[in-house]
């Protein structure tokens, strides 16, 4: 008689299992004699060592691995009988009321994948965003290209401004005492980077070459430096120098220091613009895939399993740790990361996975080969060797199904659109690039 499984609430199932004491015990006896003759025991020939010594030395473990072997395969055996599919892994617990001496009995939990509802397609509501590129918006990016690249000349008797770079002694104290990190001299930064706290910033600016400035400064409560954090300062701030920028010439040289080996101008504009317009294309598309995603996932209604939730926030948690690690902050495995900082998000992406999994297979919107050629042939344009990339990721399963995947969520995108009330959005060039 195959094994009942019994519903608990939601998602979540029992069932009961049971195997024969004499079927684990004989497995155990073949794996112990096999053991045998190999084993390396002081004062026996190999092979030569007693059942019984090996039982002592390696009895629990063989039959620790046997016991779990023989449960998880009448679970499998009975979770195929009832057709249900499992979230997750089952949780065990041995079970003694009312089971024969020749049994060994365990209750297992677990937890099921839901029925998911595709929701109505065409009564969604989703943003299509576009931008344009136009001369101005390709000035606007040579600017950037040549602020990142600009230089700085000191100037002897002007206030800092935007844009400036300032070197400076500064000291701070917190109620008359110094404090770690509190005191540097010839220290430079460019004024509205976003390097310093916003007060210092702002005290810096207007204060001219040879001037010195004292002011207040009250650092965040989640300030990283835990010493001073909530806490308020006093600065003294000299000003040893103030630079403003000077921007290169759009000229050969500067068509060079991009990477335009001709230094031809006329040509780096166009590798700009086309660049410009890819990454612009791919900031659109971005945009209007979370426009997608959102409209999805907020119309869906099914439970999600807690455990498929569970494993996601613990490998959101690794992820965080590690990221602090690379941060070089010191002891990241001990900083506290509350697990609820995560649940909300795991929960939706769970959910939106599994409901764009259901629309693929619903739907056949599985990724084609050309069409994942085509998406990593247009990836390696980025590329200086276009042809070398290609191959980098054809030849590579793991690689190819990075690129699969981006794909068969583009084919998502592409369904729903065709499905949905769609209103077309231009989003300013600023916007999209991040630039206000």
């Known amino acids: 008689m195959q094994p009942v499984v019994e519903t608990l609430s939601g998602l979540e199932r029992r069932i009961d299992l049971s195997v024969s004491v004499a079927d684990v015990e004989k497995e155990v006896q073949a794996q112990l004699k096999r053991v045998g003759r190999t084993a390396k025991v002081p004062g026996f020939r190999p092979g030569k060592a007693p059942i019984a010594m090996l039982e002592r030395s390696h009895g629990p473990s063989i039959r620790y691995d046997v016991i779990n072997g023989q449960v998880g395969r009448a679970f499998e055996a009975a979770i195929d009988s009832a057709k249900v599919r499992v979230a997750g892994a089952p949780t065990l617990e041995p079970k003694t009321e009312g089971v024969a001496d020749d049994t060994l009995a365990f209750t297992a939990t677990f937890e099921v994948y839901p029925e998911v509802t595709v929701p109505a397609l065409d009564a969604l509501e989703i943003t299509r ?35 400036d770079r300032v070197t400076l002694d500064f000291a701070g104290t917190i109620d008359g005492v110094a404090f770690d990190g509190g005191k540097a001299e010839d220290f430079p930064f460019v004024l509205g980077q976003g390097r310093m706290l916003p007060e210092f910033e702002e005290a810096a ?3 001219k070459q040879g001037e010195t400035k004292v002011f207040p400064l009250a650092f965040p409560d989640d300030y ?10 006093e600065f003294t701030i000299t000003v040893k120098e103030v630079a403003e920028p000077v921007l290169p010439e759009i000229d050969t040289e500067f068509a060079k220091s991009l ?28 945009k209007t895939k979370t426009s ?8 869906a209604s099914f439970d999600v399993p807690k455990s498929l939730v569970d494993s996601d926030v613990q490998n959101r948690i690794v992820a ?26 795991s929960e939706r992406r769970v959910r939106l996975g599994l409901l764009v999994s259901e629309l693929v297979k619903q739907n056949d919107l599985q990724a084609k080969p050309e ?66």
């Open 224 to 233: 990283q430096g835990k010493e001073v954090a909530g806490k308020t300062a």
């Open 320 to 345: 965080a740790r590690e990221e602090l690690k690379q941060r070089g902050v010191p002891n990241p495995e001990s900083v506290p990361i509350p697990p609820e900082a995560f649940s909300g998000e």
């Open 292 to 299: 997608v995603m959102d409209a999805l996932v907020n119309a």
């Open 129 to 163: 965003s576009e931008s344009e590129v136009g001369d101005a918006e390709i000035d606007r990016t040579l600017n950037v290209l040549r602020k990142q690249r600009s230089t700085f000349t000191a100037v002897a008797d002007r206030a800092a401004q935007d844009g």
């Open 205 to 207: 600016k207007g204060v």
């Open 371 to 436: 069409q994942v050629r085509a998406r990593i042939e247009e990836f390696a344009q980025n590329y200086e060797d276009p042809a070398q990339v290609v191959s980098y990721y054809l030849s590579d399963r793991q690689r190819r199904s990075e690129i699969e995947a981006i794909v068969l969520e583009d084919n998502v995108v592409a369904f729903v659109l065709s499905k949905a009330k769609v209103t077309d959005e231009k989003v300013p060039f600023e916007q999209l690039m991040g630039m206000e």
């Open 259 to 286: 990477g335009q080996p001709e230094g031809d101008v006329e040509k780096l504009k166009a590798d700009v613009r086309t660049n410009v317009e890819r990454e612009v294309k791919a900031r659109a598309q971005a």
